[in-house]
């Protein structure tokens, strides 16, 4: 995600955001909420509000501080974004989810964390996958939205996800792919999104849009294998999907 030549307009928009979006989401209409758990043997992954210790020590000056927090993804850890940077619904009805945003950072995943802590960028999303090792953090709470797509109609029903990469990559790693595609599947069950391409979108294909994430390289046949085998149980998966 390109992020220094664009900050005013995020900044702009986020602003026009936060302002055109508090009307809204007073007439959201009710969907699932935070709390919402699929039952064991239901053949998707366990997905809910879990509290897990996210690491000691504070923030700089001005920015949050990770630490202990409810999560929406039991394997995510909390990295909060700053407030300014998305806009909390808190004491409105739920929004409706209906799609999961693919992004690319086009940073490495400690400077997209300084990005989304910094209170002036005016930009979030509310998970990054790291390429290293898959290990996922949370930045927004899923019942919030995060300015992630540059459309406010898509910001509000949707869930972004950032994935360390770049653009000219030639593949991204086999660990990112699997974890993202965990959380992805786990999205898709908790709030009933259709596991397929009208619902599941890069950033590129969100309307109006200025970026090109995740790119051409971004393997999208295997990754949407890779979120179906997800919600399979595991006494009934067939051979790992291979990754080209």
């Known amino acids: 995600m390109e ?5 005013r307009r995020r900044l702009l928009r986020g602003a026009l955001c936060a302002a ?3 009307a809204a989401v007073l007439a959201l209409p009710k969907t699932l909420g935070a709390g ?3 039952e064991a043997g239901s053949g998707q992954p366990p997905y809910g509000p879990a509290r897990i210790r996210a690491g000691a020590g504070s923030g700089a ?13 039991p394997s995510a850890r909390w990295v909060p974004a700053a407030m300014s940077n998305y806009t909390s619904v ?3 009805e739920a929004r409706p989810v209906e799609y999961v945003v693919i992004h690319l950072t086009t940073d490495p995943f400690p400077v997209m964390v300084d990005i989304f802590q910094d209170p002036d960028r005016g930009v979030s999303a509310h998970y990054m996958v790291r390429a290293a090792d898959g290990h996922v953090a949370q930045c927004v709470r899923e019942a919030d939205i995060a300015w992630h797509a540059g459309n406010w109609q898509y910001n509000n029903n949707s869930i972004g996800i950032e994935h360390e990469g770049w653009l000219e990559e030639i593949s991204y790693s086999d660990v990112m792919y699997r974890a993202s595609a965990q959380l992805t599947a786990g999205i898709c069950a908790k709030y009933g999104i259709p596991v397929d391409r009208e619902h599941i ?3 590129v294909e969100i309307p109006d849009s200025t970026h090109d994430d995740p790119g051409p390289n971004w393997d999208w046949d295997a990754y949407m294998r890779l979120v179906r085998l997800a919600g399979i149980p595991r006494s009934t998966t067939a051979a790992r999907p291979q990754l080209r």
């Not at 000056?61 to 993804?73: E, F, Q, S, T």
Request: proline fraction near 3%; avoid cysteine; hydrophobic fraction near 40%.
């Open 3 to 7: 992020h220094s030549l664009i900050t």
């Open 20 to 22: 055109s979006g508090a």
């Open 36 to 38: 919402t758990r699929v």
């Open 61 to 73: 000056a001005g920015r949050p501080a990770v630490g202990d927090a409810v999560v929406d993804y």
């Open 90 to 92: 808190a004491g409105h």
């Open 201 to 203: 979108l890069g950033h």
